[in-house]
């Protein structure tokens, strides 16, 4: 199928730049000019919008199997789509847990059928080939029962990338999840003999300056303080006032290189409860320019920080150039208060429940298909397996 998009606004990592035309044929990007003299079988003016490429999300809680009355595959890569979001990554603390290849094969066989975005799925414990990475978990977390012996069996079998949510459990037992526990953590494992450290949900400037590795932050993180929403609660904890505007800066700096949605979806119930994490899929794109836009920060470092992991996984996405995948999304100018009600994901609330954000997607193209516009999912299970279509070498 040939798709144009016309008189398109296109902002990347790298560059904006207007008035240009993009030809699709198959799954990539064939030709972009200005003024394409081409036939195709569907044209869409994108004069109303910014057009991005398809972030990467490679921290989110699809909770199948085992929790699916939270989430399940396919209600959460439909919230993924109509955040402009094409890849997800999706963590291993299901329940049970996926700690050997045989429960990764058999979660892959399962959500390849519903999903409708490409995927990839961590491990825990044991490597696998076919996990995109090895998550470890320096504290107690649900599903994934913690001990030292476990720490020692997930750094000794890890291969390339291995991501760590870095709370020391010795600083949480005697003090709860202070600053001092991230900091603990961070410093532990600097010292694990890794191929490639990644440090999930960094929420300080001193836990980003002292990570030897590819740092990620997270939304709520860099915009929520903990007088903003007291009622909820999540892990890492939000911080005061002043450690949030220091994350802004280490950000600035270049001490951060992903951001993440952490998106964790549970029942209202559960969340009256005090059970920790927020959705975070259709609010990412949104919540991100728009505070990168109010701090002043170019939103090409927003594009960057939420493309990046494609480069570290070696996919030809993340980028608006020719001979790449034609994953693209149209953004709204226009400002909109987040209504919860209106979300894919089972999760009906928000923590940043009607706050003003600009940048909405208009469309999600996946791999040359038209898959979400409007409000709507055009089409479904579009989705295919991450480490299918890996095409360059990673970075």
């Known amino acids: 199928m040939r798709v144009i998009l016309r008189d398109c606004t296109i902002l990347t990592a790298t560059r904006y730049y ?14 972009i000019c200005r003024n394409l003299n081409e036939e195709a079988d569907l044209e869409i003016n994108c004069s109303r919008g910014i057009l991005v490429p398809g972030v990467i999300d490679p921290h989110v809680h699809l909770r199948e199997p085992g929790q699916e009355y939270k989430e399940d595959f396919s209600t959460g890569t439909m919230a993924a789509l109509a955040g402009g979001i094409t890849t997800v990554l999706d963590m291993p603390n299901n329940s049970p ?10 979660k892959m066989n399962k959500v390849r059928k519903k999903a409708n975005v490409d995927f990839g799925l961590y491990i825990t414990r044991e490597y ?15 599903n994934v029962e913690y001990s030292e012996e476990y720490l020692r069996e997930c750094v000794s079998n890890s291969r390339g990338i291995t991501a760590f949510h870095a709370e020391d459990q ?29 440090f999930c949900h960094l929420t300080s400037m001193e836990s980003t300056l002292m990570a030897n590795g590819i740092v990620e932050v997270t939304p709520h993180h860099l915009i929520l303080s903990k007088t903003d929403r007291k009622e909820y609660s999540v892990n890492p904890p939000l911080r005061d006032k002043l450690t949030v505007r220091s994350l802004w800066t280490s950000l600035n700096y270049g001490y951060v290189q992903v951001i993440a949605s952490d998106h964790a979806p549970h029942t ?20 991100v320019l728009t505070y990168f836009q109010k701090m002043r920060i170019p939103l090409t470092k927003a594009i960057k920080l939420l493309t990046h992991y494609y480069k570290i996984l070696g996919i030809e996405k993340g980028d608006v150039t020719e001979g790449y995948y ?3 999304v149209l953004l709204s100018k226009k400002e909109r208060k987040v209504d919860s009600t209106e979300f894919f ?34 089409e479904e299970r579009l989705g295919k397996e991450i480490l299918g279509l890996r095409t360059m070498q990673s970075l």
């Open 18 to 31: 207007k008035g240009v035309d993009i030809l699709v044929e198959g799954e990539r990007i064939s030709r």
């Open 97 to 106: 847990p996926i700690d050997s290849e045989e429960r990764l094969l058999l």
């Open 128 to 142: 696998s080939k076919r996990a995109v990475a090895m998550k470890t978990y320096l504290c107690e977390t649900p």
């Open 170 to 198: 010795e600083v949480i037992n005697k003090e709860g999840r202070t600053l001092r526990a991230e900091i603990e953590g961070v410093r532990k494992v600097n010292s694990f003999p890794v191929e490639k450290r990644y």
């Open 268 to 287: 209202e119930d559960e969340k009256k409860e005090g059970v920790p994490g927020f959705p975070g899929l259709e609010t990412l794109l949104p919540s």
């Open 326 to 328: 034609a994953d693209l």
């Open 345 to 378: 994901s089972k999760c009906n609330f928000s923590p940043f429940e009607g706050m003003k954000f600009r940048y909405w997607p208009i469309f999600t193209m996946l791999r040359g298909k038209l898959a979400y516009s409007e409000g709507e999912i055009i």
